[in-house]
């Protein structure tokens, strides 16, 4: 992205950052999927659908989430230390 306003006010919470509504459909999927998987329903898939996105949309979505929540367990399960630019501000 080439917007530093746009990526300021997602640091600062997407929900509020001006998004599309396709893009907050996505990333309300991608955070329930993070969060509450087992909590996952048919209903959450059709949302994506009514924002346009085809299933291999939804597939990729779903695929990176899951993606990233591996690599961190397995970041997190070795010991591994994040990056000093990654980490949370204190």
């Excluded at 990526?7 to 001006?18: Q, T």
């Amino acid at each position: 992205m080439k917007d530093d306003q746009l990526l300021e006010r997602i640091d600062a919470g997407w929900r509020n950052a001006g998004l599309s509504d396709k893009r907050i459909a996505m990333l309300t999927y991608a955070e329930k999927l993070t969060l509450t998987p087992g909590e996952m329903e048919p209903a959450d898939v059709d949302a994506l659908r009514r924002a346009a996105f085809s299933d291999r949309d939804i597939l990729d979505i779903a695929e990176v989430v899951g993606y990233y929540a591996y690599v961190n367990r397995i970041a997190d399960g070795l010991g591994v230390s994040m990056e000093t630019w990654m980490a949370p501000e204190e």
